[in-house]
């Protein structure tokens, strides 16, 4: 399930079955919200359709939102929200490991992710925790954006 939108205030939110491809729920929005995806999916299920699974983009709290549907973020928004914080071509080493294996997600499984991604963490966990004073005297992390793709 996602939006898209055409213009500021025109957008049409999709429920689509990854199995077939058919569209399972639309309706032409203004704003997105968390509310309208439940409702969407309370649509769904009334007409008997029984969801198995939802992707969607990782929007604020949406993957909080279904108790009883398992949910995963999209790994296209995974990959693009960290490309944010670590560009494309990063110039350290650190970045440039993790990047490489945001580049599996979509080719491996979850155990193997998370392995990789716990062997990386366990190897730059010092140069992830290094600080320095800020002007104002606080501790702050020196890599911040690294800390945040992680």
């Excluded at 429920?15 to 077939?20: E, G, R, V, Y």
Aim: proline content about 3%; charged content about 30%; hydrophobic content about 35%.
């Amino acid at each position: 399930m996602d939006t898209t939108y055409f213009g500021r205030k025109f957008g049409v939110m999709v429920f689509k079955d990854s199995l077939t491809s058919h569209i399972l729920y639309k309706q032409y929005i203004k704003q997105e919200t968390n509310n309208l995806y439940l409702l969407g999916v309370k649509e769904i299920a009334r007409r008997g359709i029984k969801i198995q699974s939802i992707i969607c983009d990782g929007r604020k709290g949406l993957l909080q939102l279904f108790d009883n549907i398992p949910i995963q973020m999209c790994n296209f928004h995974q990959v693009a929200i960290i490309r944010r914080y670590l560009t494309k071509k990063p110039k350290m080493p650190a970045s440039k490991e993790l990047w490489d294996l945001v580049l599996m997600l979509k080719n491996t499984d979850k155990e193997s992710f998370e392995g990789g991604l716990n062997d990386w963490y366990v190897k730059w966990k010092e140069f992830l925790n290094e600080q320095k004073l800020d002007p104002n005297g606080k501790n702050r992390y020196v890599h911040k954006k690294l800390r945040s793709a992680l």
